[in-house]
């Protein structure tokens, strides 16, 4: 474990930066596709609970290489007072293999939870991917990459005041991305992501169901699923989310 007093949010833009151009730059590639997509959610009763969300994924295949974009921030208040406010952002560049099943890739990520005392944290790893199934509808593919996570975290003391601690850790980082189009106009995904550590160990899952509505606007029903294995005092390990969204499609 290593400590720093750089500042993790600009390392972090530097880093995705740099990713989110590796790649992009192939002569042949195709025009980027992908997607942006809005929720919101209000619920009353014992307690008024209202959140919103913007997100976006965007991909650019080419022959030799494979771009892929993704950001999204989550808030939302509970009686007024705020109690989501979460935001991440990743890049990913995939050097292809001559038959396609297999990639080589650059990975860095970027995360702040201020609701669960998460200031920054940074996943900056190179690794190899592996087509597992692509099959019509279906499609399954594996990844995982070494890496370096570096966190920054308020930590509470005895008298009650806080204090930021900041942590270089070696970790691993593995990922599964699922999805099955049950017909032309309904898809189903499953993406999973694990990222180790020997200080702590974060594993995300979402499951969607999206269904298209007119031209480039679909709905989109998903669950997700967040666990820290060492979560701040009085924050829970586990984080469940139900969204609505409403997705607008662009290119392909």
């Known amino acids: 474990m290593l400590t720093r007093k750089d500042d993790p949010l600009l ?8 990713t989110a151009s590796f790649g992009v730059s192939s002569a042949h590639a195709n025009d980027w596709t992908g997607e942006g997509s809005l929720s919101a959610g209000l619920s009353s009763g014992n307690s008024q609970t ?9 991909n650019r295949d080419g022959y030799d290489w494979r771009t892929a974009l993704e950001g999204k921030v ?10 989501k406010n979460r935001s991440y952002m ?20 970027y995360e702040q939870d201020e609701i669960a005392g998460l200031n920054s944290r940074v996943f900056l790893g190179m690794g190899i991917g592996y087509v597992a ?6 499609r399954w593919s594996l990844e995982s990459s070494p890496g370096l996570k570096m ?14 601690v900041d942590d270089d850790n ?47 606007i679909s709905a989109r029903i998903s669950f997700d699923v967040r666990h820290d294995t060492a979560p701040l ?15 607008y499609g662009f290119g392909g």
């Open 11 to 18: 390392r972090s833009v530097c880093l995705l930066a740099l």
């Open 133 to 138: 199934l692509d099959e019509g509808p279906l």
């Open 151 to 164: 966190e920054s975290r308020r930590v509470r003391l005895p008298d009650t005041t806080h204090t930021v």
């Open 170 to 216: 070696f970790a691993v980082q593995a990922g599964s991305r699922l999805s099955l189009a049950l017909n032309e106009s309904v898809k189903v995904a499953n993406n999973t992501n694990v990222v180790y550590a020997e200080e702590s160990t974060q594993i995300v899952n979402d499951l969607s169901l999206t269904a298209a509505l007119i031209e480039n």
């Open 233 to 247: 005092e009085n924050v829970e390990p586990t984080d469940t989310t139900t969204r609505i969204s409403l997705v």
């Open 90 to 109: 990743s890049a990913q560049a995939d050097r292809k293999m001559p038959n396609n099943a297999w990639s080589a890739y650059g990975r860095t990520s």
């Open 74 to 83: 989550d808030y939302g208040k509970t009686n007024g007072i705020e109690s």
């Open 50 to 58: 209202s959140d919103a969300g913007v997100g976006f994924k965007s």
